[in-house]
């Protein structure tokens, strides 16, 4: 229930493509998805994040969509460029008692993501 | 600083030995978040601290595990006993509102 699935693990693009990385989750009181990113020897940066009110939310060349009903949810990296290469996980949480923080998250395993120049 | 500063960032010890960890979050942010990397477990949250309120230990991993976090600031996680299964990343965040949005570098914790 509190899995979060993440795929592919690795992903490679050319330099212009489209990235596209999914998550499934299975608890259904999940209401904050953010996606991180993280370069060797750094720690997870926030990227974007989503709660299951809207479909789909961009930030630049950024895009999470997301299908409720089917309990997934998708980055989707436009125009992918070498300086994207990283490490991106997503993630799932629902709100502390207090609903003021998502401090609990559950991450997917990660997906390593080259871009070719 | 600018980020989420841990120290140290390299840190070896013997078996059965305890260890401290610090954390020093970004000023004004009010929560603050440790979690753990590791090859096999991926990234796993430990504990998180929300302003006055009481803290979720529900990761800590045993009763080996403590942090505390003191005058709302600077936090500092514990591990006695140290055992090999230990050996990970200890990474913090903290942010103002919604969830851990910068985390430190971390510590790499090395049991042998």
């Known amino acids: 229930q509190q899995q979060v699935k993440q795929s592919p693990q690795s992903l490679i693009v050319q330099k212009g493509g489209i990235s596209i990385i999914n998550c499934a989750y299975e608890?259904?009181?999940?209401?904050?998805f953010p996606w991180y990113q993280q370069f060797p020897g750094k720690g997870p940066a926030l990227l974007i994040a989503i709660r299951p009110d809207v479909s789909e939310k961009k930030e630049g060349r950024f895009t999470i969509s997301f299908n409720k009903s089917a309990k997934q949810f998708s980055l989707h990296i436009m125009d992918s460029q070498p300086g994207d290469s990283a490490t991106y996980f997503c993630?799932?949480?629902?709100?502390?008692?207090?609903?003021?923080?998502?401090?609990?998250?559950?991450f997917g395993q990660g997906t390593i993501l080259t871009v070719h120049p | 600083g600018a980020g989420v500063s841990q120290s140290p960032s390299n840190k070896v010890t013997e078996k059965g030995k305890d260890v401290e960890l610090r954390c020093d979050p970004i000023?004004?942010?009010?929560?603050l978040y440790w979690y753990r990397q590791s090859l096999g477990q991926g990234l796993e949250f430990l504990i998180y601290f929300q302003g006055n309120s009481a803290p979720d230990k529900s990761g800590l991993p045993s009763d080996r595990f403590s942090a505390e976090r003191t005058g709302g600031s600077v936090s500092t996680l514990t591990i006695q006993r140290t055992q090999q299964e230990d050996s990970a990343v200890y990474l913090c965040a903290s942010s103002f509102l919604g969830g851990p949005d910068t985390f430190g570098s971390g510590t790499r914790l090395t049991v042998v």
């Open positions: 000023s004004g942010h009010t929560a």
């Open positions: 993630a799932a949480t629902f709100p502390n008692a207090g609903g003021t923080s998502y401090g609990k998250l559950t």
């Open positions: 608890n259904t009181a999940f209401d904050y």
